[in-house]
Structures are given as structure tokens and as C-alpha cells.
């Protein structure tokens, strides 16, 4: 066997070919990487007009985003496996599981969307409204029921129309996302479909708009879907929302970019883009009222509030803002910026501080806590006793004094009980902000234990064990909402106390497993 | 499976068509697989135009994906030849306990659809030997993890027609050159290896295939950052999302175009009378 004579030149060759490949690598690495980059996962309509907007923000500010597009649910799935990323936009129903599954920080909604009927250019079938879809021998695409909101509402249309067994039966696709049936119109194999209003727009070059007229559309008071998934969502109004998440390493930043977004600034470039306005009032319910709530919430009750949020919101229309911290953290917050509506610390003697400087309206009890010390799933360092946690090689996290309640009791419950604070000190290898930072640490094993609520070790109660404090050696936080006195809309904040701590609030606390009658 | 030419040129040459029914049949139902593949490609021609494709070129998110694209796509490609000819050699030569399950499990991410492998990926980097590998300094947003989804995708192609390949050779001539003096790792290299060679090269062709192609999991697990972790094939559904139907069309069109000068260039580089490199 003899070697072929092209054998070098071909080796040659394809060691070219690699090294200009590995160049060309090379050249896309060019940028140095700034500093603080934000990620942003974005649904796949609200694209373009967020992409212009972000243009705009670094701009302005020099911040860089990254965007990583896709669908929002599968958006969601990332957000929550790969506990990474700053900022989230989406359409409803996706802010509720954000909230639910506590991934989500804070929503702003920066638009709504609506549906029409799109037809090819020139609507060569001349449609002018919904009723013309049952018109015999006409294709019609629709999203999927299972899959998508918009596919929940159309039944409701058809139904208003008088004609939906007319209409259903034109139906010749059924498609995962608008997206798709909108781009089947244009390219002909449809002669029209039902899709949000900023998925038409897109495609303006290739497709006309048909409105479909008012009396027809889901009515705020009566079409609501609920979904197992996704709680109640507000057929009438299906809005756009920008969220920051509990994973962003730059909150602060994310913060400053999702209010830019939901600035009028922001909101102007998703009406260019052909999005609904937000609707300033809930036609009405919440126009005396005004804007939405805003809620100082310890970190602590999140599971709870954020379940609670939603809930009020589908009852009332009434969107409430949460902002959740550390309460020391919330109590700085509120005394600084003066405004804001309601603020709910891990504990009243918040309220009585910020009462000091006369700023609470009205309080409202809601909830006990009980601090616990939470161990390593079968307790492996064999922890009883306060006095255990004070033995050399025990890793321990606790709560800041200074920035949150559980730090403030811990300290309180430790001198009570005359444990070594020295050795205390040695051991301690986790200083948090919130509690919740304090479940996580002893789940993922960083200590070995920590001192939290009651609520929150049972949030863990799959990968962590708890160990009571006796009540002798314990001290109960005694948690309030409170009113504050420059709320601008004292009364929408007494009916979110009343729903709060009334039987509905009291139904959720409990689910959470947090207590509504003080311990025995 | 064979090769048209074999390396020791003892066969006798490829005919020319014939009209009997064999070559009426056989050739009738190419050209109408050829016309189907074109008539596809002709209606993407036709729907988009020249200034889009060209337009294509000018934008630097489209040249960063197609760069990307080519960079992941030949880094698997290395990793997929390095990992599937020796494993499609073992599978073939040795009886092991346990020889059919491997044979199976190999197979399994050719059955299951392309998208389960990225939400396996997005599962296991939340577990303890996932963390651990995060914390050598592996980013779900770079362009290992792409080579990673791209590899799980296309690597068992290239194991099972390596695998098809070397079954193939006669393992009497491997006896042969073993009386005659050459080590295991020699006959390996001049007999074995030689023999096999175009159903390996058929293997790292659908393997390469598969990687230039994979999206689901790089949806799931990457994301499609613009400019970081987008590829072609994200680029084209990206573009879909937002209706620019013509722009889509267009990026599958640079695609077809990559795809068949890497096509021809593979080809070229194993029409000599010998495994190149070895």
C-alpha cells in the first residue's frame, strides 16, 4: 500500500481550514466583556420592540443587555432550572407561575395585548369583522386551546358572534403559537386567522388587520379563565409585563432597566410596535384608586403574599406592586422615598419604628412567626439545642441584625438564652439578608444550620429537617400590614388588608404553612 | 457497507444506467427525490430575493451566527471523530458483559426527539455532579454548551455507522496482516481503518449534518443570545417568530450553501486511495 501523493496537500489543507476557523473564533471575541452585563429572557412577539428599547437604554446609560428570545414557557423553564438571568418579559398568564415559584422579584406591565383577525395583503376575501368567519369554505387558523391564552379566548368571541359551531368548523389549523398561523396568512395557505395585535403587526408588509368590533371581545366582568398552571387571568386584558428575577447577581441594575422599560418612554415604543396601552384604571374599579398598589413585603412571607397578590388581582382588577427585602432593608426604604402604599415587616416593631416619625395610617394583624433551627436532612451534626450551635465545626448562617427580622430575633433569642456569642461568631460562615437566603444555604449544604421561620423550614421540609426552640427559650415575631399615611390610595390599600387578613388571605397564609393564631 | 472504489481498486467499475427494470425503477425514484429536494429549494429561491440573502451578509448578528455555527459545528465534528471511531470499533470487535446494552443505550439519543436532550441537559446541570462542573468554570451561555447539545445529538450517528463500518471489514485480513507482523494498533491503522473508511466518512458526514441542524436543545439549554449563542438554525426560527418569512428563507438558504461546500470538501478530501491523515 503506497501513501497517496495529495495525502500532504490535503493535510495541509485541512490544517488551513482549522486554524482559519479557530481565527475566526478568535475575531468574535474582540469586544472585551464590560464589567455588568444584564440577561434578559424575552418572549418571542415583544422581541423587536424590546430590542429597541434596550438600544435606546445603553444608549443612555452605557448598561448592556443581553436578550435570549425564545417562548415564554419555555422561557420559564430556564428562569427556573438555570437560577440565572436578570429581567423576564412575557404576556399573561406567565407573571403568576414567575411569582408563584418565587423566581420573580418585582412585574411592571409596560403594554397589553388584544386580538384581530389578520388576512392576507389586500384581503382578497373582503372580511370586515368576526362574523365573516363563519362565511362557508373559508380557511381560518387559530392557536391551540391546550397551549395558548389567545386560544382560550377565541371560543368567547365566537360565542358573542352567535356563530361558533360556523366558525369552528372553517377552522383548518390549530397552531402552538400565533406567530405561526399569522405566517401562514401571509404566505396564502389561509385566508385568515385570529392572533394578538402585535403579532399582526409585525408582519404589516404581508398582512391587513381586520378589528373585531368591541361587543364581540371578552368582557372584564365575566370571561376569566382559570387554568391549574396559571390561576385566573383576565381575558379582557392580557398584558405584557417586564419582571426582574430572584436570580439576577445585579438587582439594582435590573431594577433601574425594567423601570425604564415600564417608563412612558418604554411604553411608547410598544405602542409603535403595535401593542395595547396599559390601562391607566380597570375601566373603573380601580379608577378612583388610581395606578396600582405598592407593597414593602418582608422576604420572608413571599410565598404566601405573592399567591395572595394574584388572587387580589383577579378579584379586584387591582395590580399590587410587591417589593420584597430584608424588613430592616423595606423599613429604610419607606422612611427615605415616602411613597408607596402598604408595608408588611417581618415583625410590627418595624411599624412602630416608622410610627415614630408618624407614618403609619393603620395596621392590621396577619401572621405568627416562629423561629426554628433548620439542619441537614437526618441532622448529621446531631443539633438540639441552641447551646449545639455554639460547637466548634458547626456551620452556621444567620440573619443580619441589621437588615432583617430573623437577624433581629436570632440576636434577641441567643442573648435571652446566654449562649457564647463568641462562639457563635467563630462558627457563623453565613451572614443573609432575607431568611429565604438562609433555607437555601442549608439546602444546597453550604451550613449546617441556620435559624429561620417556622414557614420557611416547611417550605425546605423536603431536603431539610427542623429542630423546634423551646417556647421559654423562644420569641414569637408578631407580623402586621400596615397602611402608610402618604399612601395616595388609602382606600384600594384597606380593601388589599381586609382580602389579606380576611378569610381568603387567611386560606393562603395556612397553605403556606404559615400560622394565623399566635403558637400556644 | 461499501465504498464505490474499494482501496484495492479489485472491484469492477460502477456501470453506467442501463434501461432494464432494475435502472428504470431505481433511477426513476432518484429523480424524483432529487426534483422533491429541489422543488423545495426553488420555492425558497422564489419567495425570498438576492438583496435580502445579500442584505443577510451585512448584518453583524447574521455573520456572528454563521460564524458560530461553523466554529461549533467543525468543533463537534473533531470531538464526534475522536469519540465514534474508536467507540464503533469497540462495539464491533469486542464481546464485553453487558455488549447489547451499550449497543441500545447508544442508540437512544437518535430515538428520543432532538428537544429531551436539552431539558436532560437543563436537569442535570441542577444536580450535584452538574454544579460541580459549573464550578470548573462551564457556562450554560458559551460555546462549549453548544458543542455539548450539538454532540449528544449527533455522536451516536457517527458510533453506529462506525460500528456498521468496521463489522464490515473482513476480520480474516486483519489475521492476515497480524501473521504477517504488524501489531494490534498497526492493523488497525493500514487494514482495518482503510477498509472502513467511507462508512466512517458517511458517519462524520450525518454527524457534522446533525450538528450544523440541531436547535431544540440549544432553545432549551443555550438560549439564543444574538451575537453569543445564536446559530443558523436559531436564526431562521428567530426570524420566523417575527414574520420575516423572506429573512428565514434566506438564512436557510446561506445554510444550504455551507452545507454543501462542506459536503463537497469532505468528499474531495476522501477521494484518494487512502485514510487521510492516518
Known amino acids: ?23 475566526l473564533w478568535a475575531c468574535g471575541k474582540d469586544e472585551p466583556a464590560p464589567e455588568l452585563r444584564l440577561l434578559c429572557y424575552v418572549g418571542g412577539t415583544m422581541r423587536p420592540a424590546v430590542e429597541e428599547l434596550l438600544r435606546i437604554y445603553e444608549e443612555k446609560t452605557g448598561q448592556k443587555v443581553e436578550l435570549d428570545y425564545g417562548d415564554s414557557g419555555t422561557n420559564l423553564i430556564k428562569v427556573e432550572m438555570r437560577r440565572w438571568g436578570d429581567l423576564y418579559v412575557a404576556h399573561d398568564p406567565f407573571l403568576a407561575p414567575l411569582m408563584n415559584k418565587g423566581l420573580g422579584t418585582q412585574g411592571w406591565t409596560v403594554a397589553a395585548i388584544s386580538p384581530v383577525i389578520v388576512v392576507p395583503k389586500g384581503n382578497p376575501k373582503g372580511i370586515t369583522g368576526a362574523a365573516d368567519l363563519a362565511r362557508p369554505g373559508l380557511r381560518l387558523g387559530l392557536t391551540d386551546p391546550e397551549y395558548s391564552t389567545l386560544g382560550h379566548i377565541c371560543p368567547v368571541i365566537f360565542d358573542k358572534v352567535g356563530l361558533r359551531a360556523e366558525i369552528e368548523a372553517n377552522v383548518d389549523t390549530n397552531m402552538r403559537m400565533g406567530g405561526q398561523v399569522a405566517n401562514a396568512v401571509a404566505v396564502g395557505n389561509l385566508d385568515a386567522a385570529i392572533v394578538w395585535n402585535a403579532v399582526a403587526h409585525l408582519r404589516a408588509d404581508k398582512l391587513d388587520t381586520v378589528d373585531i368590533a368591541p361587543p364581540f371581545l371578552p368582557d372584564p366582568d ?13 381575558m379582557s386584558y392580557i398584558k405584557v409585563f417586564i419582571a426582574t428575577l430572584e436570580s439576577s447577581r445585579h438587582p439594582r441594575a435590573a431594577r433601574a432597566c ?23 384604571s380597570d375601566r373603573g374599579r380601580a379608577a378612583a384608586a388610581g395606578g396600582p398598589l405598592r407593597l414593602y413585603c418582608g422576604a420572608g412571607l413571599r410565598p404566601a403574599v405573592s399567591e395572595i397578590v394574584q388572587a387580589f388581582a383577579a378579584e379586584t382588577g387591582v395590580v399590587v406592586e410587591c417589593d420584597y427585602a430584608g424588613s430592616g432593608m423595606l423599613m429604610s426604604r419607606v422612611k427615605l422615598q415616602r411613597e408607596g402604599d402598604l408595608f408588611l415587616p417581618g415583625d410590627v416593631w418595624y411599624l412602630d419604628q416608622i410610627d415614630k416619625e408618624g407614618l403609619v395610617e393603620s395596621r392590621t394583624m396577619v401572621t405568627y412567626f416562629v423561629p426554628v433551627m433548620l439542619v441537614q436532612k437526618g441532622n448529621p451534626k446531631g443539633i438540639g439545642t441552641l447551646e449545639d450551635l455554639t460547637r466548634p465545626g458547626v456551620r452556621l448562617g444567620l440573619g443580619n441584625p441589621d437588615a432583617c427580622q430573623i437577624g433581629r430575633i436570632t440576636e434577641q433569642i441567643l442573648t435571652k438564652n446566654a449562649v457564647d456569642m463568641e462562639a457563635i461568631g467563630k462558627n457563623l460562615t453565613f451572614h443573609s439578608v432575607t431568611v429565604n437566603e438562609l433555607g437555601l444555604q442549608v439546602q444546597t449544604g453550604r451550613v449546617d444550620a441556620a435559624i429561620v421561620w417556622d414557614a420557611i423550614a416547611a417550605y425546605y421540609a423536603d431536603s431539610c429537617d427542623t429542630v423546634p426552640i423551646p417556647l421559654a427559650q423562644n420569641e414569637i415575631s408578631r407580623v402586621a ?40 | 457497507m461499501r465504498h464505490d472504489r474499494s482501496p484495492d481498486g479489485d472491484l469492477p467499475p460502477v456501470a453506467g444506467p442501463h434501461l432494464h427494470v432494475l435502472s428504470v425503477v431505481s433511477m426513476g425514484l432518484l429523480a424524483i427525490f432529487l426534483a422533491a429536494v429541489l422543488a423545495l429549494v426553488v420555492a425558497d429561491v422564489g419567495y425570498t430575493d438576492w438583496e435580502t440573502v445579500v442584505g443577510l451578509f451585512r448584518s453583524r448578528e447574521v455573520m456572528a451566527a454563521i460564524r458560530l455555527t461553523a466554529v461549533t459545528s467543525t468543533l463537534t465534528l473533531m470531538l464526534v471523530v475522536v ?46 455532579p452538574g454544579r460541580w462542573i459549573e464550578g470548573m468554570g462551564f457556562r450554560p451561555h458559551s460555546v462549549a454548551a453548544i458543542v455539548l447539545c450539538q454532540f449528544f445529538v449527533a455522536a451516536s450517528y457517527a458510533i453506529r455507522s462506525a460500528k456498521a463500518a468496521f463489522d464490515s471489514v473482513d476480520r480474516n485480513l486483519e489475521h492476515v496482516a497480524l501473521t504477517l507482523g504488524c501489531t494490534r494498533a498497526q492493523a488497525f491503522r493500514m487494514v482495518s481503518l482503510p477498509i472502513a473508511r467511507g462508512g466512517l466518512i458517511a458517519g462524520a458526514i450525518m454527524a457534522w449534518a446533525r450538528a450544523v441542524g440541531v436547535f431544540g436543545p440549544l432553545m432549551v439549554f443555550v438560549g439564543s443570545i444574538r451575537m453569543k449563542t445564536e446559530v443558523l438554525p436559531t436564526t431562521v426560527y428567530l426570524e420566523l417568530t417575527i414574520g420575516r418569512i423572506e429573512v428565514a428563507l434566506a438564512v436557510a438558504l446561506v445554510m444550504l450553501a455551507m452545507a454543501f461546500i462542506a459536503l463537497a470538501f469532505i468528499h474531495w478530501l476522501s477521494s484518494g486511495r487512502r485514510w487521510w491523515g492516518l
Open chain 1, 222 to 234: 365575566v370571561d376569566v379563565v382559570t387554568s391549574a398552571t396559571f390561576g385566573e387571568v383576565d
Open chain 1, 481 to 520: 400590614i400596615g397602611v402608610l399615611r402618604f399612601s395616595e390610595h388609602k382606600e384600594m390599600a384597606g380593601r388589599f388588608v381586609d382580602f389579606a387578613a380576611g378569610e381568603n388571605g387567611k386560606a393562603i397564609f395556612a397553605r403556606h404553612h404559615y400560622r394565623v393564631e399566635p403558637p400556644a
Open chain 2, 83 to 128: 469519540f465514534s471511531v474508536p467507540a464503533g470499533y469497540a462495539l464491533s470487535r469486542y464481546r464485553f458483559p453487558g455488549h447489547t446494552l451499550a449497543d441500545t443505550v447508544v442508540d437512544l439519543p437518535i430515538v428520543l426527539p432532538p428537544v429531551v436532550i436539552g431539558v436532560s441537559l437543563l436537569v442535570f446541570f441542577t444536580t450535584a
Open chain 1, 1 to 23: 500500500m503506497v501513501a497517496s501523493d495529495h495525502l500532504p496537500a490535503r493535510c495541509g489543507l485541512l490544517a488551513v481550514l482549522v486554524a482559519g476557523l479557530i481565527g
Open chain 1, 258 to 280: 425594567a423601570e425604564f422599560i415600564a417608563s412612558p418612554e418604554g411604553k411608547a415604543v410598544f405602542a409603535r410596535y403595535g401593542f395595547s396601552p396599559v390601562r391607566e
